[in-house]
Structure formats: C-alpha cells, structure tokens
C-alpha cells in the first residue's frame, strides 16, 4: 500500500517541524514506509485536499489523515499487528494529557527562544510569510522577540520541571521503553535542535542523556536529520 507523509521544508531540505517529527518517529516504531513529500510554509494547497493546510497530513491508500494526534491515532487503529504506540487505552489517554502539556507548556517557550533563529532556516521565497505571520502572533518583530530570549530560558526551565522528574525514574517518558509520549516531546527537542544553535538542554543532563538516546532510535533516524545545535 502506498503511503506519503507531506512535511515541512526547510532551507537546505532541512524538516523540523515538531509534529511531523512526531509522526516520523511513530511510523519508524510501527515499521511503517512513508514516501516523503515536501512542502515549505507558502505551498499548503499541496494539502488542501486534507481539508487543512497544515503538515502533518498521511495519504495511506485511500485514508487521508491531517493533524499529529489524528494520525497516531489511525496507525494504532489500522495497524494493530505493529508494535503499539500507546501500549493500550489508558496509555492512549495519558498520551493525549503529554501532547496538551506539550503544546500548552513546553512549546511556548522553545518558540519564543528559538523563533528568530527559525527565520534564518525557512526557504528564501517562505521568509516573508514566516515573518509576518510570526510577528503578529508575538506582537513583535524577530528582533524584539530575539533580545527578550533572557527571559524566556528560566520559563523553559520551570516547564520541563515534570520532565525532569519523569526521566530522573525512567528511560523514557513511557517507562522503560519509548513510546508516543516520548515521540511528542521528543518532537519539541528536535524542532530547536534542528532550527537554532541554542543548546537548549545544556544545563539539563537528564534531560539531554534522554534526547540522546531518542536519537540513537531507529538506526538513528532523527540524527541522520541535517542540525545546527551541535555544529554550534
């Protein structure tokens, strides 16, 4: 069965978009082939078949799926022979409270770091979207939200307490296996490291020995993807 996940582009064919990271990892656990099909910020009506104009968005046969939960959902639905993503219903709903904990606390402020260094990796012909639609989310230019970056690093702190104390008694977010809770927040991680020098976790060791052994899963799928943090 053919199947494409349309992602997000980069400059230089880098992807590092948080939820197609996510999706990424979770057909890697499924042992699931997906074509990729690129798409940078100003070409979503590649996607507007899906009913959205936003990535993730998988073309499985005839199944279009948009949206990272909705997808991870339907892998489980439609795969169960495949290694589980969520380990069963319970896992499933805890999962769910990972991804609104992720989107809700640990997002916010990684963007707010990270955003002006984002803007030097989105495609050249992407620039001027990226920074408009920005800007006015923020209520500032790339270069205001780039001199408040001070501010921001103790709020990233204070939002990765429960993570810190989750991975300080386990391998992973799931337990003692990964899973989608660890794919989801591994998603945050990958974002930066894949769009900004900032060593994020550079005082966080639990944190970073977690995201290392993220990296190395799957043959080192998320490594192999082009990064500035360590070049920095």
């Known amino acids: ?41 100003t070409e979503m009506e590649k996607v507007a ?34 290694p589980s ?17 992720c989107d809700t606390a640990l997002h916010p402020p990684i963007f707010r770091l990270i955003v002006a260094d984002i803007f030097e990796v989105v495609r050249p012909e992407d620039q001027a979207y990226f920074r408009e ?35 300080g008694a386990y391998e992973f977010v799931s337990g003692a296996a990964p899973a989608y809770a660890d794919y989801i927040v591994f998603g945050a991680f990958e974002w930066a490291r894949c769009s900004s020098p900032q060593p994020l976790l550079a005082a966080e060791p639990v944190i970073a020995a977690w995201r290392e052994r993220m990296l190395d899963l799957f043959d080192g799928l998320a490594r192999k993807a082009p990064a500035l943090e360590e070049a920095a």
């Open 1 to 41: 069965m053919a199947r494409t996940l349309y992602d997000l582009l980069g400059a230089d064919n880098r992807r590092y978009s948080p939820f197609c990271w996510r999706i990424k990892m979770a057909l890697a656990h499924k042992g699931l082939d997906a074509e990729d099909e690129p798409c940078g910020f």
């Open 49 to 82: 078949f899906s009913g959205g104009r936003t990535v993730p968005v998988l073309v499985d046969g005839d199944s279009q799926v948009r949206d990272s939960w909705a997808i991870a959902e339907y892998l489980e639905e439609t795969y169960p022979e495949a």
């Open 85 to 101: 993503l969520f380990g069963g219903a319970k896992g499933q709903t805890l999962a769910r409270f990972v991804s609104h904990w």
């Open 133 to 167: 639609s920005r800007e006015r989310r923020i209520g500032m230019t790339l270069e205001e939200a780039n001199e408040e970056r001070a501010k921001w690093a103790p709020r990233l702190a204070a939002a990765l307490t429960p993570l810190r104390a989750q991975l």
